[in-house]
C-alpha cells in the first residue's frame, strides 16, 4: 500500500488559549493558518509548524460539537487525530474497513482527499489517510496548512517532532491493532516496549488506565533551555517532559 508518514496530529482544548501562546512560546513554534471553515462546525483551529509536520489545536465555539463530547469523555486527554499522508487514502480506508474499521468521513476538498477512521474503531485516537494529488513530499502543498505553510516553518528552538505515544491496559494489543490498520509490523523498542516506526515517526505504545494520545516527543535545540520556557509559563514539569493541552510534551536533543 506504499509508505506513510506523519502529516499532522491534532490536539483538543476547552479553549485556544492560553494553550496555544504556550506552544508556540515554548517550543518557539509560529502559526501557519487558521482555517475559516471549520467555524461551520463549531470550531476554530490554529495549526503551528513543528520542522515539516503540522501541530494543529482544535477547540469548540459552541454547545454541542463533536471536539466538545470527546473533551467530556476523555477525562483531561488532549490528544484528537493522527494525521497521515499515503499515496491513497481510499485504499487505505477499504484494507482498514475489511479489519472491522469504520470511515467516518471522507473529505473531498481537490486536490486533497482525506479519509478519516471511525475513532471508536481505532481506539485511543481518530485516524486520517490524506493525500493531495500532485503533491509529493514534505515540503510539498497541503491544503489543510494554508497555501504558505512552509513559510512558518522555524527551527531555531525545534527541529521536528519525532514522536506519538498513546497509551492502553494492554499497549501491545493496541499496537496489534494500529500496526494492522497501517499495514506495518510492531517491534519491540529498546525496553522490549511496542512501537511502530513509520518513515518520519515514531508511534510508541505505553501502559495506561484508558486508551488515549498521552504525548508528543520533539526534538529542539537545547532541552534546559525549552523546560525553562515551560516552567515560566506554569507548566508543570517532570524529567525532559512537561504537561500542556491535555498531552505530555517529552523533549529531547
Known sequence: ???IRLRQICLVAPHLEPAVGHIADILGLEVCYRDPQVGKYGLENPLLSAGTTLLEVIAPTQEGTAAGRFLEKSR???GYMVILDCDDPDERGRHAGSMGVRVAN???????????LHPRDCRAAFIEFNHTEGSDGMMAPYPPAGP??????????TVALTGVELQSPDPWDLARHWGGIFGIPVTPDEFERPEIVLGNV???FRRGGSE???GLTFQVRDVP???????SRGCPCGGDSFWLAGVTFH???
Do not use: C, K, N
Not at 504558505?148 to 528552538?157: A, G, K, V
Open 1 to 3: 500500500m506504499g509508505e
Open 106 to 116: 471522507v473529505i473531498d476538498h481537490p486536490p486533497y482527499r482525506g479519509v478519516q
Open 225 to 231: 533551555q525549552v523546560l525553562g520556557a515551560a516552567r
Open 251 to 253: 523533549v529531547v536533543g
Open 148 to 157: 504558505d505553510w512552509q513559510r512558518s516553518i522555524r527551527t531555531d528552538t
Open 76 to 78: 483531561g486527554h488532549g
Open 202 to 204: 515514531r508511534l510508541r
Open 212 to 214: 488515549a494520545m498521552t
